[in-house]
């Protein structure tokens, strides 16, 4: 456990030497995790409506996501670094974080959409909404939860991923990893594993405070008036989250 | 091309470690997430902290945990490949524990009644009744698994451990595209052809799932379009 000590004395002391100190490197962390996932999703988000609207395309986008989910992002960074060339680090890694992101976004837009209760949106139809306020009025709010899921799925994946980059150069809280490994400074290794850890964790906490916070107010209250309907509800979620089971990274 | 060719020996004994390093914990990982997943799908309390302790190793990035985990225990180095395995069950377990308990969510209670009438204990009905039942969402697990365990054990390299992770690194020092190509391509097709061979194994041990899967998504197929229409 004295690693440890040494590991968190070496963080506070705050001595990062030639390395970027800590505040920089998490800022770089966060930018880049940032980037991948909200270009993921202006990509992914669409896509996956009009999947989960039309019911049109899904088995392309299981297919899809499927296999994108055998392709090792570690990989598939360092091939796009060689093939884009050293001075497009960046961009390379960006492109692995997109098309890393994007799976799960896509599951989280068109699953959100699928477990919406059908007679809710026929209740709408019948009312006389026109298929643009079913889009914005029924299914965007009730998917939402479902979305915040899976951009918290995928933002978790790729902040693992910008670590792994370091190896490439790129900066971020893996560069206390990477270099710790090659100059065998055990205290700044783990100092760097604990920090990244952290991170993924206080990541992973704010997005559970965003998914409860984007429940809407009706379904909420029906949750609480029927708790008897629970089990069964819970029988259907677990269905639903299969398809869009997130991956470690 | 030329490279591929040359050195295949190479990528087939790199195969054969990465193949070790992703089955040992896939493996570990289901037979330890049965009883889990018996126990988390249970009892009320104990699922919502085995699903909050496994969401939160989930998140814990795994070059992160690949570090953690020998630091923390002191029981070898991180060059061991005891390392990369263990980091990998962990993750193994935190996604198939969930998939166990859905898959036992998902057994119609009508049919658990039914064994319990027809004279079976709990021990014999969970092995023969409930555990074969789940089964398709186990599987589903198990598939979402083995894919994201053999592309992510090609971390292990990060820390000394050698797999075909390998080829990124070195094809990157000697800046050689096809080796790298050759790594990425050798992990999918690895990832497919395990996929193949648990959807081969899931028909053998449950060849009721053929027989009424025909009919049920010719019936949701007709909801959808009726729904939509």
Known sequence: ?249 | MTWVWDNLPLIGGLTLDHLRHSLIPLAIGFVISVPLGWVAWRYRLVRSGVVTITGLLYTIPSIALLILVPSATGWYTFLDETNLIVALTIYAIAILVRSVSDGLDSVDPGIRQASTAMGYGAFRRFWAVELPLAGPVVLAGLRVTAASTISLATVGILVGITNLGYLFTNGLQRRIIPEVLAGVVAVVVLALVIDLLLVLLGRLLMPWTRATRAPSARRSRAVVVGAGA
């Open chain 1, 1 to 249: 456990m004295s690693y440890f000590a040494d590991a968190i004395a070496w963080i506070l002391a705050g001595d990062t030497g030639l390395m970027d100190p800590i505040w920089l490197a998490t800022v770089q962390q966060l930018l880049y995790t940032a980037a991948g996932v909200l270009i993921a999703a202006v990509v992914a988000v669409p896509i996956g409506w009009y999947i989960g609207h039309t019911g049109r395309g899904r088995e392309v986008a299981v297919a899809v996501s499927g296999a994108a989910r055998a392709v090792p992002s570690f990989g598939l960074l360092i091939l796009l670094t060689l093939v884009l060339g050293v001075l497009h680090k960046p961009e390379a890694a960006v492109i692995t974080f997109v098309v890393l992101a994007i799976p799960s976004i896509l599951a989280g837009a068109y699953t959100g959409f699928e477990a919406i209760d059908r007679r809710v949106i026929d209740a709408g139809r019948s009312m006389g909404m026109t298929e643009r306020q079913i889009l914005w009025r029924i299914e965007v709010p009730l998917g939402l939860p479902l979305l915040v899921g899976g951009l918290r799925a995928a933002t978790l994946q790729v902040v693992a991923t910008v670590t792994i980059s370091a190896y490439i150069g790129l900066g971020g809280l893996g560069q206390y990893i990477i270099s710790g490994l090659q100059l065998r400074q055990v205290n700044v290794i783990i100092a760097g594993a604990l920090l990244v850890a952290v991170l993924a964790l206080v990541l992973d906490g704010l997005f559970a405070v965003v998914q409860h916070a984007v429940v809407a107010r009706g379904v909420r209250a029906a949750a609480v008036a029927s708790p008897l309907s629970s089990r069964a509800s819970r029988r259907r979620r677990g269905r639903v989250e299969a398809a869009g089971v997130p991956t470690p990274s």
